[in-house]
T-cell receptor, first 117, second 113 residues
Framework: KAGVTQTPRYLIKTRGQQVTLSCSPI?????VSWYQQTPGQGLQFLFE???????NKGNFPGRFSGRQFSNSRSEMNVSTLELGDSALYLC????????????????FGPGTRLTVL | KNQVEQSPQSLIILEGKNCTLQ??????????LRWYKQDTGRGPVSLTI?????NTKSNGRYTATLDADTKQSSLHITASQLSDSASYIC????????????FGIGTKLQVIP
């Protein structure tokens, strides 16, 4: 099975711009979660999508949004970029079949490195 | 506030030696604890997952232990290899879904020849 893929791998934007990141989960997985990783904060949960619906959400401002398509591919959008948005954005897929979603094994993609200048 | 603290922050060991990484958490009520390995420039890879009733789980040379009473976990690496150089992240999930997933900052391990 192919693993989780993320595009693009690297991105450079300037403050105020917006960006869209893409994630293709492992075939058959219906849950896609997004995380932000920075050296000082570690991994922080953004949101999770399951069957095209946002099932869980972390504590990030509304500038961060996402969606999931019928083929389970997911996109994450960040509007009005700020310097502090520079980070590695990771997506993870899982079957998502358990109600809570927290005991599924998650498989992470390689991440998209976003730099905001 | 739910917290996950890992120690040490970084560690350098000689190839072939053993090492133990620590994870203390305050997440309550507890659901499960996972250890991930993250190579530089790559996404994390799951090593072990333990629920409340499990106190040890092995994955090859990696052995994780859990003491739910003291809210402590450790990851023991046996006979380290150069490929073990990575960050090791402890992740604790509480009951109630992703809103209560708390990540540690990680321990950066470097194995030198």
């Amino acid at each position: 099975k192919a693993g989780v893929t993320q595009t693009p791998r690297y991105l450079i934007k300037t403050r105020g711009q917006q960006v869209t990141l893409s994630c293709s989960p492992i075939s058959g997985h219906r849950s896609v979660s997004w995380y932000q990783q920075t050296p000082g904060q570690g991994l922080q949960f953004l949101f999770e999508y399951f069957s095209e619906t946002q099932r869980n959400k972390g504590n990030f401002p509304g500038r961060f949004s996402g969606r999931q398509f019928s083929n389970s591919r997911s996109e994450m959008n960040v509007s009005t970029l700020e310097l502090g948005d520079s980070a590695l954005y990771l997506c993870a897929s899982s079957s998502g079949q358990r109600t809570s979603g927290t005991t599924d094994t998650q498989y992470f993609g390689p991440g998209t490195r976003l730099t905001v200048l | 506030k739910n917290q996950v603290e890992q120690s040490p922050q970084s560690l350098i060991i000689l190839e072939g030696k053993n090492c133990t990484l620590q994870c203390n958490y305050t997440v309550s009520p507890f659901s499960n604890l996972r250890w991930y390995k993250q190579d530089t420039g790559r996404g994390p890879v799951s090593l072990t997952i333990m629920t409340f009733s499990e106190n040890t789980k092995s994955n090859g040379r990696y052995t994780a232990t859990l003491d739910a009473d003291t809210k402590q976990s450790s990851l023991h690496i046996t006979a380290s290899q150069l490929s073990d150089s990575a960050s090791y992240i402890c992740v604790v999930s509480g009951s109630g879904g992703y809103q209560k997933v708390t990540f540690g900052i990680g321990t950066k391990l470097q194995v030198i020849p």
